[in-house]
């Protein structure tokens, strides 16, 4: 398999791995489906029938392999499920590798099903946990189900019109809504380096059951950066690199907004009247799916407000709480192996649910909190104890809790689509993790990036979703709009010699968290509307949550520019099908942005202490 698939696919633990073949027997089953279709299922059974045991379930369309005689070394999220004596399950899902059937990305719910034709990631996962209490021996009646990433998703749609016998369940970093926030849409904007590299692999077609992976792609240079913007537009790397083997791209082509195809395909409307206790457990610094986490928390809230749901954030990467201890991202260290959080209370959830022992206290939230490096305890996200406050811009590249008195005050930049802003200083072809906490000097230095600070005298720690409103004039008619919260470190900051390569810590800018919003679609995702040259605009749009403490002798700071390459695909500036435009299409803007009395552009976050 190539590099980029472990963005995505379970990747090694950091501890050892456990050998199944000496405690466990293996049986490899063809599960029907109510429809006739048969999922290859792997299920692993203590050799111990002395007692029985719990059912764990995941589904995965990343493959259940060794198939055959060969068995599975448990590693990281499942490495505690032996540990800890459970029946394990690992499906294919409908339509990959061996299972039977047509594979559909992020396969919408079907509500009140009318035949046993349509099936649904719910229905299949009732479909199993039917067979498996039926079929398989030494179980005691109670079933879980646990997924990361796409197997999140899966593992979530397991709690729609769930089987009675699934009493628990745990998303981890779950898809929600591939248009508005995770993997490869962000507010309509593509993700072009993940959706690029992912699909290359795995958008390939299936003509028949297959126990491999097909074919990845190589680039022929490491550097990613030029290599995409030499690629063109999105027509023509769908036209070179693609053609029409890949259904997602072409669904991608066929639904440029937020129309009834993606609303379908939005998890987090279904989270009602769900029965399984949930664990909902995400990261702060996840690239791919951190929206999934806070919109599933959300709703499952919102819909079921008696039911036993608990969510943990910590200071992760994707799947970073089992793929690491946990201690540090990239050039920034959280001080503790925050992981160690994590596996206590994952084998405790589970323990306490699927086998009666006794509950170990889990908060309904429980985040880090980094910059202070610290776990916190809520009753509720975001915290009610979190007061709303606006950080403005103002001249001088100042941030102010006060609005700007002046009249007529702004500052301008050309963004240009032949030269984007680049989202990491290095050279990559490989977009990688530590980016969400990249040093920002590389961005801070260019003119086409705009940057507003406020020094830090008392400790400001701020919690929740971010808002941003932003007073915009420009040339073009479309744009996009990055806007990024960084903690600055103090000139003073003492270097940290456990990391490597060495990297110099004082006035070091951290990438706290980034979004961009296609301007296109300020309005509404489903109607685009073109921006109007030389009128202001008001571009108003939510950051995902952060939880951290700027710390005294930092300082706040807010950069706010026009493309981030390529992390995310080029806006051509100007209001066409983005999906469709031509390498004509795509001119340089001058963008103003607005900071006056009349049009106060600014930031509004939970402030917590200050």
Known sequence: MKKFIFLFLPAMLFSQSI??????????????MRDGATLHTAVYVPKDTSKRYPIMLSRTPYTTAPYGERYLK???????????????????????????????????????????????????????????????????????????????????????????????????????????????????????????????SFG?????????WPEGFEYPTQDGY??????????SIKKNYYGDTSKFWNDVFAHPDYDAFWKARNVAQHMKNIRPAVLLVGGWFDAEDLFGSLEIYKA??????????????????????????????????????SSEYYDKHIRAFFGHHLKGTDALPLP??????TGSNVWRAYTEWPPKQAVQRSFY??????????????????????????????????????????????????????????????????????????TAEL?????????????????????????????????????????????????????????????????????RFTIPDLNHTFLPGHSIMVQVQSSWFPLVDRNPQKFVNIYTATETDFRKAQITLQRNSRYPSSITVGVLKQ
Request: charged share 25%; no cysteine; hydrophobic share 35%.
């Open 19 to 32: 050998d199944l073949s000496i405690d466990y027997v293996k049986y490899e089953y063809r599960i029907p």
């Open 74 to 200: 448990a590693e990281q999220n499942n490495a505690w499920m032996a540990q800890e004596g459970y029946i394990m399950a690992f499906q294919d899902v409908r339509g990959r590798f061996m299972s039977e059937g047509e594979y559909e990305d992020i396969r919408p719910h079907i509500p009140n099903k009318q035949s046993k034709q349509q099936v649904d990631e719910s229905s299949d996962a009732f479909d199993t946990i039917e067979w498996l209490l039926k079929n398989v021996r030494g179980h005691n009646g109670n079933v879980g189900m646990i997924g990361i990433s796409y197997p999140g998703f899966y593992a979530a749609h397991g709690l729609i019109d769930a089987h009675p016998a699934l009493k628990a369940v745990s998303p981890q970093a779950p898809i929600s809504d591939w248009f508005i926030g995770d993997d490869f849409h962000h507010n309509g904007a593509v993700m072009l380096i993940d959706a690029f590299s992912f699909f290359r």
């Open 204 to 212: 390939k077609p299936r003509p028949a059951l297959r126990t491999t």
């Open 226 to 235: 030029k290599f995409l913007l030499e690629a063109g537009s999105l027509a």
């Open 300 to 337: 499952l809230e919102e819909y079921n407000p008696v039911n036993r749901t608990s969510l943990m954030m910590g200071p992760w990467f994707h799947g970073g709480w089992v793929r690491s201890n946990g201690s540090r991202l990239g050039n920034v260290s959280f001080g503790v192996k």
């Open 364 to 369: 309904e939230v429980s985040v880090f909190e």
């Open 393 to 466: 811009f103002s001249s001088g590249g100042r941030l102010s809790f006060e609005k700007p008195s002046a009249k007529n005050e702004a500052d301008e930049y050309v963004s240009d689509p032949a030269r984007p802003v680049p989202y990491i200083a290095e050279i990559s072809n490989d977009r990688g993790r530590e980016y969400m906490t990249d040093d920002q000097r590389f961005a801070w230095q260019r003119p086409d990036v705009l940057s507003y600070s406020m020094p830090v005298t008392d400790t400001v720690t701020i919690a929740g979703p971010v």
């Open 471 to 539: 007073y915009v004039t420009t040339t073009g008619t479309d744009a996009d709009f990055i806007v990024k919260v960084i903690d600055v470190y103090p000139d003073s900051a003492k270097d940290d010699l456990s990391n490597a390569p060495h990297v110099k810590m004082s006035g070091y800018q951290m990438l706290v968290r980034g979004e961009v919003m296609r301007a296109r679609y300020r309005n509404s995702f489903s109607k685009p509307e073109p921006l109007r040259p030389g009128t202001v605009e008001r571009v």
